[in-house]
Structures are given as structure tokens and as C-alpha cells.
């Protein structure tokens, strides 16, 4: 009766054991903004929240943050940046900096089109981002460093996900109990 | 004899080939043309078909044209009407083009005749040729017009000549208060821009703020904490005093008692005991001021000369950073600290420098990269920057005790006697190389250093608690910025020094007489001058520019007069290139409006025009005249313009030229034009224009 039984396990088993688990991405937008002329410098803004939902059971294994030094509200104008840095997680990482007086970001590109920017976590960063995952909110500022005006343009983070280790193995098993179970019902 | 003149004259003919560098020729690519709007407030257009007898306007118009500019129409009580759907861009001038390529951002003066001024804003898709409204504030008032001529009720002296200065995503606009007994008199009306999608204008007022502005500055020293610039200081000087602002320059180790031969070689050329101070004021032509008549602080200490060498070198016994120069200045009251200078490094002189900065006045702290004499030395390094914010460093604002000091450094990538060294670099070297262009250590014999242009730069702390709109202080007599340095901090820009009527003062050699046509002289003098601020408000002028035009000149070909709104482009070449509004005795008139001219400059202070009055970029109706200077009969211009033959509607004025980069060889530009009758004709003034133009010569980065 077992007989037929242990080819399906076997087989059951290695797909198990090679299954990836399921990935999927999750991302949240800050829209774009102007800010205001200044002097006064360092000054730093809290730009916005990323809000997102991680499902029950399910770990986010990595990220990245894009977005545009200057937008296209104001050609000539907008479309740069003053010198700043931009951080996640109330400044404990830092994503986007425009450093340079020479930078695209704040002399403009050729084009005349804002300067973009990317940034993707390590998995330090995860770790200390775990905290906000599980909030479900991530705080997006910026610091200026001389004068002028910190323009954006749309702000994105995308996450990726995947279920926990634990309960993808969980489902597995489950799945393979079944599978037996049908089986045997069958049999019968 | 006949050996000397062939010589000479094959030095001739060297100098005579010696390279130049490349000035741009611009050709046109398209014909001019009228721009259109779409929306916004009436246009000439809505008011025609006009009729004119015997020079004035009688049907047609914005009283009783076809759709008059208030309704229920003429001056019965009705309101100002708009622009529907779509034309000819008119009455608008002195446009400001922001944006590259085909993305373009206008401000333009709207300025129906003797009716309301205000100031609009138009966004274009295709690089300048059409317009769509988007923004009209600072709106005179709200009158509707008594008469098509309107000249008895009408006010059209508002706020107008609008221009941006940006830096860092941001910016503020300028205006000229063109009211009588305000306009070239005040200062120029600023204002704030909180710019936001579609609304670049955000946060102007609808209406006028005119009357008194909500503040007047108050007249401090901005932008320069302080500044040595060596031409200004007496031959002969130690220890320069500033020109502007007050601080300390001293030499720095100048005065040591270092012994022995360690790393010199040959020793017998080295061995020194020690040093004296020995520096002064003395001719250098080059780095930021090119003038004939430049010079600088040179730095150098002759040995004690007790069987060394007796030249004015500095002593290669003396450890790395203790020779050079120290500045202290004080920037109390002051945030964002630039320190900015000109290093000239002679052939023998050490070849690597290093700065340092304190904020205690004894500790000093290395800032920057250590810098590299230009290879062979006896040349500058011109505008070293340190931007201490830009570094993070925020340590030195509002010190007392703030000071950097420029000291030579050993080089490290020296290998000769002596090196390699236990653990770091020891030997200095000169900036003159070795024929295989290897470092060579310093000989010490005669090498020096020579500093010029030293600022310490710095917004005050007021900055921001500036109330806006508020005038301009420090500018003399602005009718308008001419162009900014773009991306540059603190900001620098030309503006249009008008004085009414002060060519008065000038031999009647000297002064414009009636023109050709019989229109009365005018006697007015515009003088483009360079001015800087750390605010935006406070203006710290930096004199009189160079070779745009002559003040003086009553010739029908030369430039006597410019205007504002002017456009700067930067080239391959590094030049500068800037088109601007022209005008000369022709014109009865100093609003520079006979031409459109182009020049290039290395600096923006020294300027060589290019398209003049004779060969212009764009010009108004030929006129043939005999010339007060030549007295020869001349026809103006000369050739033909850059843009092919004038068009009646820029037959009477063309200026206001915005060049607007669309690719590594062409701009768009959009000027501004009249026709030639627009004194009696108001169907066909203040058009703003397009024209495509193409640069040879050089590229435009």
C-alpha cells in the first residue's frame, strides 16, 4: 500500500526542499515637492511617509528607493536641487546626496531634465529597517546644506517580499500532507 | 640691417598667426517670427482691424476695436477681458527665457499701452515659438481705457523688466519700479519665488504691492566678509591690508632659524640657516584680474646666508605646513563661509600647497585636496575654493577666531634622494618639472608664492529674516539685471546702471545730438556693472565691465547704449557669450533697442563684441546717415544681420534677446520688436519674437 506512495514523497520532498519561495513587491510614492528658498542652512525636512502593509508572515528581503533631484514643475528652476542628503528612518540611512556645486543635480543636466537617483538597501539596512516594516510606515527627510531650494520630484520605495522562512515551510508540509492524504483517500 | 627687418618681420608675421581662441559665428537657421499665446489676458490682436489716419489709431483698438480689452466694451465700467483662444504675443517685452530644449519657462513684461502693466508667466512645449499662459500678477491696476490712445487717464508705469536669479533650485525676481521719480532712482523691487506645478509666479501678489515697498533694506555690507585684492593695496606692502571688510594677511614661517642639508640635494646648494621675511606687492598679470596693472602678494624668505644659498626661496629644511600665508577673519554674524583665492606658483616655487582653516586661532585643521602647481609654474591658479558648508563644516560660522592658512606640503609623489621616507612624504618639490616631467626637489634658490583676490564670503545672518518685496541696496541706479552667473554663489550678476540725463556733464563731443529722422537727442548714460550678494538684496558692486559699450561714443556705429535682459550662455571655449539689447545715438532713446549684439568674454568683466551695431545678430530698419564722428555717409548696419532682413515688426525696436540652449550647437531666441510707427500705430508693438540660431566656432555645453 506504501508502495506507490514513495516516488510521490520523494518527489514531494525535493520540491520542498527546491521550492524559491513566492516573491512579491510592495512600493509607496511621496509626491513630488517644492520647498522654500533659504539661507539658513543646515535646515532638515521631513519630506513624507512611505505607508505600506507587509502581509502577516511574510519578510521583506529587499528594497530600493528612487526618486529625482528636482521635478519638472518649473523648468529652469525646479528641475535641480539645492545641496542636500536625503535619509530614511528619522537619518540613520542615507540614500541620495547631491554633494557637488558641478553635481547634475544642482548645475542640471543637459536636458534640462531633474537628476535621478537611486538607492538600494543592504541587509543591514533591512535590519534596521525592520521596525518600520513592521509599522508599516517609513519616515523620508532631507537635510540642506546651502542655500537654495530642495525641489523633488515623485519619491519611490519598492519593496520585496517574501513569506517567512518558517511559515513557507509550514505551508509546504502542509501541502505535502495533503498530497499523501489525497492519496491515500484514493486508494481506499 | 635688411637681416633685422627680416626678422622683425617674421616676429610679425608670429604674433600675427599666434592662436586665438575661436569666437563663436552664429547663422540663423529659421526666419523670425511672431510667438503666440494661448489664454491670458487681451492681446493687440483682439482690438483690430485698425485703421490709421494721419498717424493715429481711429478704428480699432482696445476702446472700440472688435473685442475691446474691457467689457461691456470701451470705458463704460466693464472689467479686463482675456485672450481667447490663441494669438499673436503682443503687447509683451523684455521677456526672461528659463529651460532647455523644447521645455521652456517665460516671464514677460505685459504692458498694454498707457493702460496697466503686469508681469505674466507662459510655459512653451516647442522651444519659444508658441506660449500658453499661465500666471499675470503685480497688475498696475484694473482701468479700462478712456480712448484708443488712452494717453490723457492711462498708467502703464508699473512693475516691469522682470529677471530671475536662481542658485540651488531656487530664486528671486526682480523688478524695475518704473514709476516716475522711482525708475534707475530705487532700487530694484525683489521678490521671493515659491514656485509650484503650473504656477511659477506662486506667491506674488495680484495686485501691485507699489507705493512704498513693505521694507527697505537696510545698507549693510553683504556677500564679502573680506577681501584682499592686491591691486587695490600700494606697491611695497607687507602685511596687505584689506580692501574690503577687515581681517589679518601675514606670511607665515617666513622667519625661521632651519638648519642642515636633510633631503637637499646637492647639499651644497641647500645648505641653509634659516630664513627672513621678504614680502611685498608686486606686478602679476593673470588669474582673476587680467588687467595690465594686476598684482599680488608675493611670499618669500632669503636665507640668513651664512654659507647657504642666497636666494629668495623659502627653506626646504622647514617642516611640511609652516611657510605660506594665514588670513584671519572674523565671521561673526556670518554663516556659509567661502573662502576663495588666486595661488601664482613661480618655476622654482614649492610645488604642492595645502590649506588649512582654525576656529580657535590655534589649532589648524587640513581642508581640501592638496593642490598641484599648473606643470612649469610661473602661472596662476585661479578661484581655489573652499565651501565649508559644502563640506559639512559649520564650525566655521559666526567665529571670531576663524582663519585659514596656505602652506606648502611635501609632495608625495616624489622619489628621488631621500625618499622613500620612514612613513610619509618629506621632500618638497618645484613646480617646474624635469624634462621627463618628473618632480625635481626644491632648490630654494628663488622660488615663491603670490596670492591675489582673496575673499571670505559669507550671508548674513539677517538673510532670512528679510521681508519681501523689499528694494535692492547697493545696486546705482538699476533700470535692470542684464544677466546672472548661473549656478553661482554668492550671486553675482550685470545689471544696467542708468543715470537720466547725465551726459550733460560730458564735452558736447561726447553727447548724442537729434537723429537722423529729427527725433530729439537723449542724454542718458547706461553703464553695465558687475555687483554681488549673499541675500539677494544687499549688492556689493564690483565696478564697471569692460568693451559691451562706450558711454561716450556719438558714433552711429558704435554701442552707446545696453539693456536690460540680456542672455549668458557658457561655451566650449570657456568663454562666456552674451546677447544683448544695443543702441546709440541713432535712436534718440537709451533703451538699447537698435540691435541685437553679441559678445564673449573670459570673465564676465572683459568683454569683445562680436555682432555690433554693423554685422548684428538682428537689427531695426537700415538707416543711411552722415556719421558726427566720420562725417562720412554711412548705411547701418552695414552687413546684413545674423537673421536676415528686418521685419516690419521689429523694424522700430529689437532687444530683450533670451537665448535658449536646444542643443550642443543651437538656441532658441526670443526677443522682443516694435514696428517702426509704433508711436502713432497701436496695432503692432511690443511683440515678442523667435528666431533659431546655430553656433560654429564652439559648442555650447
Redesign the interface.
Known sequence: MLKPTIPAVIFATALVALAVPAMADISSTIP?S?????????ATTTLGDFTFAIPTGWTVVGGTISGTF??????????????SDYFVANGAIQVAGC???TDPC???T???APDPWSYTFSQSDLTTLAPYFSAGSLDFSVTQ???????TGPVTLDLQITPEPASFFFTCVLCLAGIVLRRRFRKA | MKIELLALGVCAALCASAPVMAQVTWSATSSPIPTTLAGGPWLLAQGGPYVETAGTTTTGGPYDGTTPYCTPGGALGGTPISNTPVNPMQPFYFPFVAGRGLTLQGYFDYRPRDISEAIVSAASADGGQTWTFQQQVENLNAVCPQSDANGANGNENGEGHPNVVSFGGGGLIYFLDRRNGHADFDGLLVHTLTPKAGLPLNGLSSLTELGPPTVVASPTTAGIITQWNMELSPSGMTHPKPNIGSGTANPLGMVNSYKGTVNCSPASSCNFTGSVNNEDITSTTGGTNQSYSAEAWRIRGPSTNTGGATGNGWNTQAPQYTQGAQFLVSTSGYHNIVFEYDWYITAQGARNLQAQYTVNGTTWINVGPLYVAPAGGDAYYPQIVINFPALGIHTVDNNPNFGVQLVSAYDPTFVGPGTPCPTTACTYTAAKLSSTGAPVQLNNNSGNWRFDEINVLGTPATANTLTFPTNTVGLTNPDGILVSAPNTYPFKILYVDKTLNGDYAYPTSEQCGPTPSGKAANHDIAQVRAATSSDGVHWTDQGAVNGLNNTTTVSYSGIRYVSPNGSLLKLSTGNWGLFFGAGNCLDGDSDSFHAIAYAESPDLINWTVINGINNPIASVSTVTATDPVTHQVVTIPSAAPVVGATQPWFSGRVYGPQAAWASSNTVNLIFAGYDAAYSADISDYRTIGHVSLSAAGATLP
Do not use: C, K, M, R
Request: proline content about 5%; charged content about 10%; hydrophobic content about 35%.
Open positions: 513630488e517644492d520647498g522654500q528658498f533659504t539661507f539658513i542652512t543646515p528636482g521635478n519638472t514643475d518649473v523648468p529652469g528652476l525646479t528641475n535641480t536641487a539645492a545641496l554633494d557637488s556645486f544642482t548645475a542640471g543637459v536636458s534640462g546644506n546651502f542655500v537654495g531650494e530642495v525641489n
